[in-house]
């Protein structure tokens, strides 16, 4: 439900940080786990930001996303 209702994409420590404030007994391992395996089930998409980690966003369709991001700025 978290990456529903956000309009950006999101990072491993952001979505953790969100859910524990829910969940606190989530361990960060286990939001890492489970954004992979959706982004192995193509439920959510990813991009590597600029810091080399992954940011993640729920894939509402089926149609491909393509971002450009400028590695000068």
Same mark, same amino acid.
């Given at each position: 439900m978290l990456l529903r209702h956000?309009?950006?994409y999101l990072g491993?420590?952001?979505?953790? &940080?969100l859910v524990k404030a829910e969940y606190p007994k989530v361990g960060i391992a286990t939001i890492y786990r489970t954004l992979s395996l959706l982004e192995e089930l193509h439920w959510?998409?990813?991009i590597l930001?600029? &810091?080399?980690?992954?940011?993640?966003q729920l894939r509402l369709d089926q149609k491909p996303k393509?971002?450009?991001?400028?590695?000068?700025?």
């Open positions: 956000s309009k950006q491993c420590e952001t979505t953790f &940080n959510v998409s990813a930001a600029n &810091n080399h980690n992954k940011r993640y393509y971002l450009l991001i400028c590695r000068k700025c």
